[in-house]
């Protein structure tokens, strides 16, 4: 068994999350090893935030690969600077053979503002530990991995939601008893928005 690359997975992209909803995004990698699956008994991660340790922990992170199972977690968040936390998985986690992508997914605190930003990193050479091939039991070494992997960054937004009226269709002469005329179309874009929006009506 070996490694051939653990790097961000550009999959998980950089994209806008909500507060004290579960599940929310927080990052991605990929691994890619090669011989026999190997399993990691410990993985640490680093986040990096622009809110201070006053606001709240990240808390119910988990792993979750890219069938959707969770592979490592939960587990909540540690404060080791005002601008740093870390999450400790001592869940064993096995990779498989190839290229697979994992995605970190938590619970954001309520008290963190708007536009606050969250960096999840990780270092496999020193916060991966105990890492065995499944087949041989020999230890892997993951040494050329020492670069730190730094994911796609992740924005706190509110719900938000703009409306406005198309352009199209322009003013016009319609014919009297016309059917399925398009008199008017409306915009909805909530792509600045931190969760999906749902309306009721809409009069």
Do not use: C
């Amino acid at each position: 068994g070996s490694v051939t690359t653990i790097t961000k997975a550009n999959e998980v992209a950089a994209q806008n999350i909500a507060v004290n909803v579960s599940n929310q995004v927080l990052g991605g990698y990929a691994t890619s090893f090669l011989g026999e699956p190997i399993s990691v008994q410990s993985s640490v991660f680093t986040v990096a935030s622009t809110t201070g340790s006053g606001t709240g922990l990240l808390t119910s992170v988990s792993i979750v690969d890219e069938n959707g199972s969770i592979v490592a977690g939960p587990v909540d968040g540690v404060y080791v600077s005002d601008l740093v936390q870390t999450l400790t998985f001592t869940d064993t986690i096995t990779y498989p053979v190839g290229r697979h992508v994992y995605t970190l997914k938590g619970k954001v605190a309520s008290a963190i503002g708007n536009g606050g930003t969250y960096i999840v990193k990780t270092t496999p050479s020193t916060q991966w530990t105990s890492v065995t091939g499944q087949t041989t039991g020999n230890t892997i070494s993951l040494s050329a991995q020492s670069t730190q992997i730094v994911m796609n960054t992740m924005t706190i937004k509110s719900a938000a939601l703009t409306v406005n009226i198309s352009s199209q269709p322009a003013s016009q002469n319609v014919v009297a008893g016309s059917q399925g005329l398009v008199i008017g179309n409306y915009q909805l874009n909530a792509s600045a928005s931190g969760e999906d929006i749902r309306l009721s009506s809409f009069p």
